[in-house]
């Protein structure tokens, strides 16, 4: 049983995370599991995050204008996402999950500077069909160890050089195939050692990550293109240098 202090605190987690990815379409995760870690162990967070993740991507997925043609272009790197999520979940419950996070973090920090310098590269569409598969069994293997979907699905769709809302929406079917693959994953190493209990919590949890990011996609209309690559640049520096420094301390 958790105490009120500990339950609120896991609702304004939520709440938190939740207007995050509203305005710059990640993030859910990786505010979530980095808070929560305060209160439990990262197997125990991850569980906690599947169904807001779940249902906050398949939100941001569906109601995107490009659906069919994201999902063929980007279906090769979906399809390494999956095994490879699957395949790292492991990494997850180990004992060098701080070093993965302090990575992870220096890497979000040092993609955030290039992009605030707008230094940032670009992937040709004649390379795609062998960097996407690349892509997304990398992202999978630091996904099993951090929990986190960022690393390298972000840089890369951003490299893509999409639309403002097809790099949501093509955000929101990367997440998506990832907490998929993560709770498949987590079930497979025995992280989940009381399942109705952890998927009822979830679905508890649903209700301020959705409060929050009806918040967040309020502020993110309103925002210019500009403003919108600003933001989302200062988030993953902001992001990325918790990670670090929280791991490292």
Not at 2 to 23: N, P, Q, R, T, Y
Not at 39 to 47: E, F, H, K, V, Y
Not at 96 to 120: D, E, I, N, P, R
Request: glycine fraction near 12%.
């Amino acid at each position: 049983m958790l105490s009120v202090g500990v339950l609120a605190w896991i609702g304004a987690v939520f709440l938190a995370a939740g207007l995050v990815k509203g305005v710059v379409g990640m993030g859910l995760p990786t505010v979530a599991m980095e808070l929560l870690a305060v209160t439990m162990p990262p197997a125990q967070a991850a569980a906690l995050l599947l169904i807001p993740s779940l249902v906050t991507n398949l939100w941001q997925l569906l109601t995107g204008p490009s659906f069919g043609d994201l999902c063929k272009r980007l279906s090769t790197m979906m399809a390494g996402v999956m095994p490879g999520t699957i395949a790292g979940a492991g990494l997850l419950t180990g004992t060098h999950t701080a070093f993965a996070s302090a990575g992870l973090g220096a890497a979000l920090v040092l993609y955030a500077l290039v992009g605030l310098a707008k230094a940032g590269f670009t992937t040709p569409a004649r390379h795609e069909a062998w960097v996407s598969p690349l892509v997304g069994v990398a992202t999978g293997l630091v996904t099993g160890a951090t929990g986190i979907f960022v690393i390298p699905a972000v840089p890369y769709l951003q490299s893509l050089r999409l639309e403002k809302e097809d790099l949501i929406q093509a955000l929101g079917l990367s997440f998506t195939v990832s907490t998929a693959a993560l709770a498949i994953g987590l079930f497979r190493t025995g992280a989940f050692t009381s399942p109705a209990a952890q998927l009822a919590a979830s679905v508890v949890v649903l209700a301020p990550a959705l409060a929050g990011m009806f918040a967040g996609q309020a502020l993110h209309q309103r925002m210019s293109v500009e403003t919108f690559r600003t933001v989302f640049f200062f988030g993953l520096l902001a992001l990325g240098g918790y990670l670090a420094l929280e791991a490292l301390w």
